[in-house]
């Protein structure tokens, strides 16, 4: 399945970058969760040396072709330019993805793996923040071993993102950078059972980072919502990542050619959920969401992917409950602000976010808030959690957001690793 947006040529990406206006205090800068040296890699791709632009970049970002494909580029980097000012902003996010693309195509930097003189730090989860927190960890010398409970690595950016999005072999890519410079990866390694806290630090493993993000889904609260017929967007997007991969049945799948979908919710996941029941052949799909679209939280670019492949949208729809024939589901009960009404479907995807997994409650001391998710410090170290030498960020921690915003987590948690280790080598390689 091709990229839905095309990359940059050559001559387009010099071009583009020629346009930005190199500020002096440079908004783009602030808009950027990593505080990416946005004008700096401009500056450099403006005057041909893609590699400096490259080594620059890759001092903020472990993931540079991901950022640049799934960033939400319109409320961070490119919201903030000043170029908004005319309606035209620096295409920060296809500048960003043409380096870390024409730096791998032509292998522009020879990496080796770091010397490892520090401590032995274990990563579990290999999402965004896990990947993060262990490229900067490698970087300073440490030992990192990451752990993942699927097959195959890469998290919510693997499994979770659909492949006209991001495709799976740029995550692989960037994913074996990090193998070169020295990380490990350990697959089909679930945390709760035999992979647990105590486990890893009686391996010798100083410190123990979770990134093990938030997948079980929430509840809507109707009757019918767990009747044959309804989705979880979480699985189905995974469940899809798996056919494409050829590792699982078409029948597998839970839409099928022909389905009418309703998707509940209106976030990044429900677009890649009606996006994706698009190309595996549903006929109609509707988006329903109990707010307006001035609330909805995906971003603009995905919702507008979203009404060009054909999808409907319904504001203000409120699900009251499932509608089932004979036990299975045949449409959702909603209501607005006109009345309650049916619209009739026989599939229908929840995606109104999801929670940690209630497994945390069996890690002895560690301390969580209502909701279920890990209660971390900054003080003295960034991402400490209630347990010694137990470190947490992600989706398990602040709720689920953007891959970004998972990064910038995983890299401040990683400053905390090694401000921590350094406190403490003494006492943790005693």
């Given at each position: 399945?091709?990229?839905?947006?095309?990359?940059?040529?050559?001559?387009?990406?010099?071009?583009?970058?020629?346009?930005?206006?190199?500020?002096?205090?440079?908004?783009?800068?602030?808009?950027?969760?990593?505080?990416?040296?946005?004008?700096?890699?401009?500056?450099?791709?403006?005057?041909?040396?893609?590699?400096?632009?490259?080594?620059?970049?890759?001092?903020?970002?472990?993931?540079?072709?991901?950022?640049?494909?799934?960033?939400?580029?319109?409320?961070?980097?490119?919201?903030?330019?000043?170029?908004?000012?005319?309606?035209?902003?620096?295409?920060?996010?296809?500048?960003?993805?043409?380096?870390?693309?024409?730096?791998?195509?032509?292998?522009?930097?020879?990496?080796?793996?770091?010397?490892?003189?520090?401590?032995?730090?274990?990563?579990?989860?290999?999402?965004?923040?896990?990947?993060?927190?262990?490229?900067?960890?490698?970087?300073?010398?440490?030992?990192?071993?990451?752990?993942?409970?699927?097959?195959?690595?890469?998290?919510?950016?693997?499994?979770?993102?659909?492949?006209?999005?991001?495709?799976?072999?740029?995550?692989?890519?960037?994913?074996?950078?990090?193998?070169?410079?020295?990380?490990?990866?350990?697959?089909?390694?679930?945390?709760?059972?035999?992979?647990?806290?105590?486990?890893?630090?009686?391996?010798?493993?100083?410190?123990?980072?979770?990134?093990?993000?938030?997948?079980?889904p929430n509840k809507i609260g109707v009757p019918g919502e767990d009747a044959p017929g309804s989705v979880e967007a979480l699985d189905f997007l995974h469940k899809v990542r798996e056919f494409e991969e050829g590792t699982l049945e078409r029948c597998a799948v839970p839409i099928s050619e022909g389905d009418t979908v309703v998707v509940i919710g209106a976030g990044n996941v429900a677009m890649d959920a009606c996006r994706s029941a698009v190309r595996m052949g549903a006929k109609h799909v509707y988006v329903c969401y109990r707010r307006t679209i001035e609330f909805m939280k995906a971003a603009r670019a995905e919702y507008d992917g979203a009404v060009a492949d054909g999808v409907e949208f319904r504001w203000e729809h409120v699900p009251v409950s499932y509608v089932l024939k004979g036990g299975v589901v045949s449409g959702l009960k909603i209501k607005t602000p006109e009345g309650e009404s049916v619209i009739t479907a026989n599939k229908i995807i929840a995606a109104i976010g999801s929670s940690p997994n209630s497994m945390l409650t069996a890690i002895t001391g560690l301390t969580l808030d209502e909701g279920g998710y890990i209660k971390t410090s900054s003080d003295p170290y960034y991402g400490a959690t209630s347990v010694e030498g137990l470190f947490a960020a992600g989706d398990v921690v602040h709720h689920p957001k953007t891959v970004v915003m998972a990064m910038r987590e995983g890299k401040k948690a990683a400053s905390g690793i090694d401000a921590y280790y350094q406190a403490h080598k003494e006492t943790v390689t005693a």
């Open positions: 399945m091709e990229e839905e947006i095309p990359s940059y040529t050559l001559a387009e990406a010099i071009s583009e970058a020629k346009r930005c206006l190199k500020c002096k205090v440079p908004q783009c800068r602030a808009g950027c969760p990593i505080e990416n040296d946005i004008p700096a890699f401009n500056n450099a791709l403006s005057q041909g040396n893609i590699g400096e632009a490259y080594s620059i970049i890759s001092v903020r970002s472990n993931l540079p072709a991901v950022c640049g494909r799934v960033c939400p580029h319109e409320n961070q980097c490119e919201g903030h330019c000043v170029m908004n000012r005319m309606k035209k902003p620096i295409n920060i996010g296809r500048i960003e993805r043409f380096v870390a693309d024409f730096e791998a195509d032509f292998q522009l930097t020879k990496l080796k793996k770091v010397l490892k003189t520090q401590g032995k730090v274990a990563v579990v989860g290999s999402g965004p923040a896990g990947l993060s927190c262990a490229g900067d960890l490698i970087k300073k010398g440490y030992e990192v071993t990451v752990f993942e409970a699927d097959p195959d690595v890469g998290g919510v950016l693997l499994y979770g993102i659909p492949e006209f999005r991001l495709p799976k072999q740029i995550v692989r890519r960037e994913i074996a950078r990090l193998q070169t410079l020295g990380v490990t990866f350990k697959t089909d390694a679930p945390f709760g059972e035999e992979l647990t806290v105590e486990s890893l630090k009686a391996e010798g493993f100083d410190a123990v980072f979770l990134a093990i993000g938030a997948s079980t």
